[in-house]
Nanobody
C-alpha cells in the first residue's frame, strides 16, 4: 500500500494562498488516482478535488472550482493542491487519498490509502 503524508497547512488570512503537498512513499504513485478531501469541525469529510493517475484530468467541488487547482508530479511521487482566494469556510483538516486505478472518485470509501491530514485555518 502507498503511504501518504500531507504538508503545507497553516494559518492564513482570507484572500491568501496556500499550496498543500501530498508525498507518497512505499510505491510509485503513477498507478493511483488521487483525491483531496477536507473535514471541518462538526462536519462530515467532503470531497474537494480529484486528479487522474496520469494527471490529464481533474475535477473540483463547486465551492472551490476556479480557486483551487490540483496537480501531480509522478516522478517526484507528489500531488499538490494550490488554493487561492481562500475563505474562512475553507478552514478544515485537508487529506489526500489514493485509489488504485485511473479515475478519481468523490466517494471516500473507495480510496485505499489516506494521509494523516494537514490543518488549514483561514482567518477573516
Amino acid at each position: 500500500q502507498v503511504q501518504l503524508v500531507e504538508s503545507g497547512g497553516r494559518l492564513v488570512q482570507a484572500g491568501g494562498s496556500l499550496r498543500l503537498s501530498c508525498a507518497a512513499s512505499g510505491r510509485a504513485l503513477s498507478p493511483y488516482a488521487m483525491g483531496w478531501f477536507r473535514q471541518a469541525p462538526g462536519k462530515e469529510r467532503e470531497f474537494v478535488a480529484g486528479i487522474s493517475a496520469s494527471g490529464d484530468m481533474a475535477a473540483y467541488v463547486d465551492s472551490v472550482r476556479g480557486r483551487f487547482t490540483t496537480s501531480r508530479d509522478n516522478v517526484e511521487n507528489t500531488v499538490y493542491l494550490q488554493m487561492n482566494s481562500l475563505k474562512p469556510e475553507d478552514t478544515a483538516v485537508y487529506y489526500c487519498a489514493a485509489r488504485y486505478g485511473s479515475t478519481w472518485s468523490s466517494l471516500n470509501h473507495v480510496y485505499n490509502s489516506w494521509g494523516q491530514g494537514t490543518q488549514v485555518t483561514v482567518s477573516s
